[in-house]
């Protein structure tokens, strides 16, 4: 339940998180549009963009012009290192990194994601930044921390063929053995995670606000479309 009362249950089509958008056919764009799709933010790195563009960015070939693409680089710098500093023994240390180091980022992506219509967020795998920010999302519209892992977890069951196509791509592409670790989603990974926010920073609201600075109006607009308060009809 949420500070203001209310069961955590979503409001479906607001907001969507996904992996590289590069596979998309004209098909899938159109799917999306019924969505009501609005804004593309994209948190992969200068480098993953160099490599893999976004098809939403101006000039790519999905572009629209009533879809707004915005870039906002997570994890640049192990990323455009192109991986070649010390590999994380396990996914959550990455995801407390974001929480401590990167709230600024964090920040902009709420910002980002503020406005009428859908919002699709999306990083290379679909997984770990993305997990961060729809942990956030989730926990702010006040669902409780077992389902959230929950949809951390349907990450793997999903797109499991999709993160062994990336985890072969980028170890071609490295050259190197990259670990099995970074393509699963293990709810161990999120459940430390989600400890971590409690115990250092409180809700995710508290996090948002006082830390990472986001405002109160806007973490109010959030959770009022999250929860569909925002949908007169409730559509």
Known sequence: MSEDGRTGITQRGVLLRGDALGGLRTADVEALEQLGLRRVIDVRSSFELRHWPDPFAPGGRLARATITYVHIPMLDQLNSSGLRGQIPRRMSEVYLDLLDHDAESLRRVIEALDGSGCALFHCRA???RTGVIAMLLLGLAGVDDATIVDDYTATGEYMSLGLQVQ????????????????????????????RHLHERYGTARTYLQEYAGCSPELLDRMTARLQGAALGDGR
């Open 126 to 128: 679909g997984k770990d």
């Open 167 to 194: 985890r072969a791509l980028v170890a071609v592409l490295l050259r190197r053995r990259v670990p099995r670790s970074l393509f699963v989603a293990q709810p161990t990974e999120m459940e430390r995670t989600i």
